[in-house]
């Protein structure tokens, strides 16, 4: 592909900008600064990988993925802002959901310690955990402002900050694992995912992309499942205070 | 009465400062048995006291004492069996009016008998075939009696109605305050009840507490009160009330 391509490519991001601000979307500024970002980082990480491959001391892996780890945690926690220690939250239930299913499968002989393994696939992992994680967070939220009178009935009637929340940390759950699935049911179908595409593009058998994209989608939904659980119970406690009182402000 | 009937609940110096203070020292006292009245316009801080007593909110100072112990040292979960509260615009719970019933109960792992749910139906005047009828169908009015019969299932020892008539016509706003007027006779509990409208405040004939800007307006019989002249509030209060209607 040549670099002029890459720029003609561009012109769709431009079309989305110019969308958003005929319609007044308010969303041209974000489109921008976010599509500057990603290219910036983008290139500077292609240079970085270039040398990151290269490394084989198995500390430095889990030292590179820690560090991914730890940024994700710190977008995602900012999501859940309104919640106490968000990004505590945040960063352990990604930290959970990647490491369980990155040792899992590594353990099974699916990737190998090899940074050309480690690296991209726990890249996917901990990113995709990343979304989980905010859209428990963020879905979390919503459903407790949305169910607000629902949890104080039961407050009122005796229940305990669990007892109150379990209709609404059920909800927060499925809607922030619903992306996921849908992803499962339609792989294939509607969509081809970036590392099948990448790698028959590539020139590589459909077959043997096929076998990488299943243990990939196994680890996805699993890295999700855990980080999404793990983020709604953790974070569900400090709606409330030490006197069972629901305490987030009605304005969120 | 007898002078030596034990105070049931006794509310002194309570405070709430948000932003602005909402309730500014509160004090009054209820025996078993008996009704308050808490007679207010719009904004008044009725709401909001009401969750002070069912420990919704904290209040900033003061102290509420049940049965003449201090409701700090009992946790929020069994004062708020102690004290039940009736919202505004009730909310249930999806599922059946019994399961609705026995929600309190099952929150501690207990089950309510059927011929219990029968009886508390009976209670607020519902009738007992109901009693498998979804929550969502019920009219606006059933669903205050069932919310009612909901936190009498506790065994409240107080019992906080926050304007349980105000979204209902005159006919159920009728039949819910015969419920209300039976459920205080037959359980000898105490009762707080909210509302901003005079005439139902009159029907209850009991203690009257007028609210207003949070501070205590007046304290007494209705008719005292309005014997005893408009004071400055309470000629506030009407006025407001007017435009509000
Ligand atoms: N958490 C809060 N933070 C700030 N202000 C609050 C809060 N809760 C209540 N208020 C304010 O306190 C005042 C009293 O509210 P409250 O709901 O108790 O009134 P009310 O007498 O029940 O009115 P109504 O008859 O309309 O139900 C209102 O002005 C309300 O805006
Ligand atoms: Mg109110």
Known sequence: ???????????????????????????????????????????????????????????????????????AGWVSGNRGRPLPYSHAIAWFSIAFGSFATFGVLWYAGVIQSEARFAIPLGGMIIGNSMKAASLAMNRLLAETEHRRRQIETLLALGASPKQAMEQTVR?????????????????????????????????????????????????????????????????????????????????F | MTSQTQTLLQVSALCLKKDRPILENIHFSLNRGEMLVVLGPSGSGKSTLLRCLN?????????????????????????????????????????????????GPKLIGETLEENEGL????????????????????????????????????????????????ALDPLSTETVESAILKVQKDNNIGMILVTH?????????SATLVLVDGKIAAYGTLDTILQSGATHLIKRFFSKQDKNS
């Open chain 1, 1 to 71: 592909m040549q670099n002029e391509s890459l720029l003609l490519a561009y012109i769709l991001v431009m079309i989305a900008m110019a969308i958003s601000w005929k319609n007044r979307l308010e969303i041209e500024k974000d489109i921008l600064g976010a599509s500057v970002r990603a290219t910036l980082q983008l290139i500077a990480v292609g240079f970085v990988l270039e040398w990151i491959l290269t490394i084989d001391r198995m500390l430095y892996l889990v030292l590179i993925l820690v560090v991914m780890t730890a940024v």
């Open chain 1, 171 to 251: 909800q927060a759950a499925k809607a922030a694992l619903i992306p996921t699935i849908d992803t499962l049911k339609t792989v294939g179908l509607v969509h081809l995912p970036g590392i099948m595409t990448g790698y028959i593009v590539a020139g590589g058998s459909p077959l043997t992309a096929v076998k990488y994209q299943l243990a990939i989608m196994y680890m996805l939904t699993g890295a999700s499942a855990m980080t999404c659980l793990a983020t709604v119970l953790l974070a569900y406690r400090g709606c409330f205070n030490k006197s069972e009182q629901l305490i987030l402000d009605r304005s």
């Open chain 2, 55 to 103: 420990r919704l909110e904290s209040a900033t100072t003061g102290t509420v004492c049940l049965e003449g112990r201090c409701t700090e040292d009992i946790s929020a979960r069994e004062l708020r069996r102690h004290i039940g509260l009736v919202f505004q615009e009730p909310e249930l719970l999806p599922g059946t009016v019994f399961e609705n019933l026995g929600t």
């Open chain 2, 119 to 166: 009886a508390l139906l009976e209670s607020v005047g519902l009738d007992p075939a109901f009693k498998n009828k979804r929550s969502e169908t019920l009219s606006v009015g059933e669903k205050q009696r069932l919310a009612l019969a909901q936190v009498l299932a506790n065994q409240p020892r107080v019992l906080l109605l926050d304007e349980p008539t105000s």
């Open chain 2, 197 to 205: 409208d005079m005439d139902q405040a009159r029907r209850m004939n």
